[in-house]
């Protein structure tokens, strides 16, 4: 994946991820002025490379950006382009080979792999491209599967919630 090398632009060639903003989605929530001013997920320069053999290939480069409470972002790009690994970078999921990220206010690079767990786990949802489900579970019983770590109250009917909201309430 490259990136334009002029420093005026930070927009990615064709090959690359982009990042569209939606502000228009229904379910954006008011945010506070004070807090609206700290992005949920901020990441500067980050870059992602992998050594293979003796071949090293750069998968991210010097990519930035922050996402405010509420907003919707989209991750477009070819296949290969690099969309799951900068997903995963995010999310805590993977580390990066150089930038920062900073995620509610945590700086991942400050977090073991418990702190990271423990952050995702409270405060980041996934649908994953092959969507990790157990086949012998309903719908409602793999939804409600990572919550027996940490359970909350009325987990249940929200998932239920969500599920029939999204047309899946009977599977």
């Given at each position: 994946?490259?990136?334009?090398?002029d420093p005026t632009s930070n927009m990615p060639t064709e090959d690359a991820p982009t990042r569209q903003p939606s502000t228009d989605t229904p379910q954006a929530k008011k945010v506070p002025h004070?807090?609206?001013?700290?992005?949920?997920?901020?990441?500067?320069?980050?870059?992602?490379?992998?050594?293979?053999?003796?071949?090293?290939?750069?998968?991210?480069?010097?990519?930035?950006?922050?996402?405010?409470?509420?907003?919707?972002?989209?991750?477009?790009?070819?296949?290969?382009?690099?969309?799951?690994?900068?997903?995963?970078?995010?999310?805590?999921?993977?580390?990066?080979?150089?930038?920062?990220?900073?995620?509610?206010?945590?700086?991942?690079?400050?977090?073991?792999?418990?702190?990271?767990?423990?952050?995702?786990?409270?405060?980041?949802?996934?649908?994953?491209?092959?969507?990790?489900?157990?086949?012998?579970?309903?719908?409602?019983?793999?939804?409600?599967?990572?919550?027996?770590?940490?359970?909350?109250?009325?987990?249940?009917?929200?998932?239920?919630?969500?599920?029939?909201?999204?047309?899946?309430?009977?599977?």
């Amino acid at each position: 994946m490259s990136y334009s090398s002029d420093p005026t632009s930070n927009m990615p060639t064709e090959d690359a991820p982009t990042r569209q903003p939606s502000t228009d989605t229904p379910q954006a929530k008011k945010v506070p002025h004070e807090a609206a001013s700290q992005p949920v997920l901020k990441a500067e320069k980050l870059a992602k490379r992998v050594i293979s053999g003796e071949r090293t290939l750069t998968i991210l480069h010097d990519l930035s950006l922050s996402v405010a409470a509420g907003e919707s972002v989209a991750i477009l790009g070819k296949s290969g382009a690099g969309k799951s690994t900068l997903l995963g970078l995010l999310a805590g999921l993977d580390t990066p080979s150089d930038g920062e990220l900073t995620l509610f206010g945590h700086a991942l690079s400050r977090l073991d792999e418990d702190g990271r767990a423990a952050l995702r786990a409270g405060r980041v949802g996934f649908v994953f491209q092959n969507f990790q489900l157990l086949p012998t579970l309903s719908a409602l019983e793999n939804v409600l599967l990572p919550l027996e770590l940490s359970p909350r109250a009325g987990e249940t009917r929200t998932a239920q919630q969500w599920l029939e909201r999204v047309g899946l309430g009977e599977r």
